[in-house]
Every structure is written in structure tokens, then in C-alpha cells.
């Protein structure tokens, strides 16, 4: 196989004059779409996992230094550089991107993720358009009034008018597609309710080889993003009452900042930002057991990645965690008093415990192999 980069200040194309060989696995060209590459994300896994797999082309709003590296992709790698931080702007900005994207060459298949890469539906030419579904925007439907509750009054406004501008278009780009996918059957049934439209459910990918039980070492981590739904705040106050158990929280986010502040002076509590990939892996492979208690999640892939490590999981009682963890098998489900049940599970979950359940959590990550993801999609596929 041979391949060379061309690198231009505003994109990176990666031109591949290898035989095809997606052709011999029976589909023909695939192009994917993802809104963002700025966050090593569940969504940003599968997407690279499909370009991996697939030889895709790959479109992206945005690739940032703390997203997953691409650099070895086989197909073209296209930058949009449409990235605002302001939250309504950069929907905006980035639906605009995707809407204005022109492309002359045509493709068996397109493969959509994210929020605004459907509003490309319009302008690219396939013999089929696909679309993952991660969920419907919760901005726009069931977490609308959260988030609105955020802003002061200007911003409540300008939200309002993005909604009302974005909506429509989302929902015709989604209900025009050929195929939609979706990564739960928790949010199978909030597409049918806000979308009216039935989605398959393919679960998440996880390169199971790629996680290893490393050894037990003395600490639990926390790996979700540092916002609101993540709740990662109430683990935080757990630990608070329990200085002799330690915490990593190995991740960034829009409330690092507070949540430093709400740790403060608790040495067991330990923030490192975003990580590499090679620590990362360190990271989850000696801990005792990771704690995932996001509020209706839609799948969350960490969960799974923990398990393939063989370390068990303190996740939320609610969502796309019932889909992969199995209570009191491969973890424990917490609710209701939150840092409480935490304080409890974890007491629970000492080093002896979490160890004697590594083979459930590794034979059930196995479920969620990116070779059976692989499979499942390429059914779909042309």
C-alpha cells in the first residue's frame, strides 16, 4: 500500500492510490461526516473506527490537539475549520459549514454523525445517505429547558432563534436519510418521539484488544467529560467523604474550573486534564473500578472501555448504561442520593471484590467489539 499526505494551511487530505479494498468486503466508497474532532469522545471513536475500517473519507468541522490523532487515515481528511466557542454560535457556524460543503466526487455511501453534519444532506451526492444518530440534540428537545436555564436573558433569546432556525432543517436532513442508526434502544425510542423516525440500533464500537487489565492499584477513576449531565460533581463529594479512598478524574471540560474549586484542599482528589491515549490506557488498566453516573446518558461508551480492561463499573441506574453494565456482575448501579450510593458502592467495590469480577466485565465488553460493529453496519451498506 502507498500513500503520501498534502497538507494546506486551512485542510489535510490524505490521497490513497492503493487498490480499494473496501470493494472486496462487498460496498463500495464511503465518505463520513462528524461535526467535531476536538475531544477524544465516543463519537469521535466510532467515527475513526469507521474511516479505519471502511477506508472512508472523512469531513469534519474541526480538528482540534486534544482530539484523537487521524494522521494515519487512508482516506481524505477534510478540515472545515468552523469552529466558534460560544455554544449557539458554533451550532450555527458549524450547520452553515456542512450546508455550503461541495463536492464533486460521487459516493456509494455517506455516513452522518453529529449535530449539524445532516444539513450536508442537501448538497452531497451518494447512492445512499446514512445517518449514526449518537441522539436527537437535547438542546432542542428533551434538555431544552436545562440548558436555556443557563443562560441570562440575550442569550435565552438568541437560543431561542437558533432553535427555531436549526430545527427544522435538522429534522428534514435526518427524515430525508436512507438509513439511521442509533447507538441505544434508550434513544431508539426518543427518535421515534421527537423524529417519527425507526432506527436500527448498532451499539457503540470498543477495541476490546485495545484495553488490558494492567493490575490493581489504589484508586477509582472518573473519565467523563467535566460538564452539568455528567455529574461528576457528585463523585466529587463522595470522596469528600472519604479521604482515605483516592479519586483520578482524567478528563477536561466547560466546569474544570469549578469542580478544582469544589475539591479543593482534598488531597485524595486528583485532576490531570485530558490525557494521551498510552496513559489513558495506564490509567484505567490499574485502577480498581471506574465511577460513570451521567444523568440519561444515551449510551457512553466509557463504561464499555472500562470493562474491556477487565475493571468493573459504579454507573447511573438510568439510561444507556443498563445497555452494557450488568449490576452486581460487572458493577453497581447508583440513584436517588447520589454521592450517597456512591459512598456505598464504592465501600463495596474494594480491590478484592472489583478483581473477582475482571472475567464477567471482559466476556461482557466482548459484545461491543468493533469487529461486530463493523459487521452490522456493512449490512447496511452498498
Known amino acids: 500500500m502507498g500513500w503520501f499526505k498534502i497538507r494546506q494551511p486551512l485542510y489535510t487530505i490524505t490521497v490513497n492510490f492503493s487498490i480499494d479494498c473496501f470493494y472486496f468486503m462487498g460496498f463500495g466508497s464511503v465518505l463520513t461526516l462528524h461535526d467535531l ?3 477524544k469522545g465516543g463519537g469521535e471513536r466510532l467515527v475513526k473506527i469507521l474511516c479505519d475500517s471502511l477506508d472512508a473519507d472523512l469531513i469534519t468541522g474541526h480538528l482540534g490537539k486534544d482530539g484523537f490523532d487521524i494522521s494515519e487515515l487512508t482516506g481524505k481528511v477534510t478540515n472545515l475549520n468552523a469552529l466558534n466557542r460560544i455554544h449557539g454560535i458554533k ?12 463536492l464533486n466526487q460521487f459516493y456509494d455511501n455517506v455516513i ?4 449539524a453534519s445532516p444539513l450536508a444532506r442537501g448538497t452531497i451526492k451518494a447512492t445512499q445517505h446514512l445517518f449514526y444518530c449518537h441522539t436527537p440534540p437535547r438542546f432542542i428537545y428533551d434538555k431544552k429547558d436545562y440548558y436555556a436555564s443557563k443562560l441570562s436573558w440575550p442569550a435565552r433569546s438568541a437560543f ?29 425510542q426518543r427518535i421515534k418521539t421527537y ?22 492499584g489504589d484508586y477509582y477513576l472518573s473519565t467523563a467529560r467535566l460538564d452539568g449531565l455528567k455529574r461528576v460533581d457528585a463523585i466529587i463529594n463522595a470522596f469528600k467523604e472519604m479521604p482515605d479512598k483516592k479519586l483520578i478524574i482524567a478528563s477536561g471540560g466547560d466546569q474544570a474550573n469549578q469542580l478544582q474549586q469544589l475539591a479543593l484542599g482534598y488531597d485524595n482528589i486528583i485532576f490531570t486534564g485530558w490525557l494521551s491515549e498510552r496513559k489513558m490506557l495506564d490509567l484505567i488498566g490499574y485502577c480498581i473500578a471506574t465511577i460513570y453516573v451521567p444523568e440519561d446518558e444515551d449510551f457512553g461508551m466509557s463504561p464499555v472501555e472500562s470493562m474491556a480492561a477487565g475493571k468493573p463499573v459504579i454507573c447511573s ?20 442520593d447520589l454521592s450517597q450510593q456512591i459512598i456505598t458502592a464504592v465501600n463495596k467495590l474494594d480491590a478484592t471484590t472489583a478483581s473477582t469480577m475482571r472475567t464477567a466485565c471482559e466476556k461482557r465488553a466482548k459484545a461491543f467489539d ?5 459487521k452490522r453496519i456493512s449490512k447496511f451498506l452498498i
Open 91 to 102: 451550532t450555527w457556524r458549524l450547520a452553515q459549514a456542512f450546508k455550503k460543503i461541495k
Open 370 to 374: 468493533s469487529e461486530q460493529f463493523i
Open 112 to 115: 452522518y454523525s453529529g449535530v
Open 195 to 216: 423524529l417519527g423516525v425507526d432506527a436500527h440500533v448498532i451499539h457503540p464500537p470498543c477495541d476490546t484488544k485495545y484495553f488490558r487489565w494492567l493490575g490493581t
Open 317 to 336: 441506574d438510568h439510561g444507556g448504561p443498563l445497555e452494557t453494565v450488568v449490576d452486581r456482575e460487572t458493577g453497581f448501579y447508583v440513584g436517588g
Open 160 to 188: 431561542t432563534l437558533l432553535n427555531a432556525w436549526f430545527r427544522p432543517q435538522y429534522e428534514q436532513a435526518v427524515r430525508g436519510m436512507d438509513v439511521v442508526f442509533t447507538n441505544a434502544e434508550y434513544v431508539r
Open 37 to 39: 474532532f476536538t475531544i
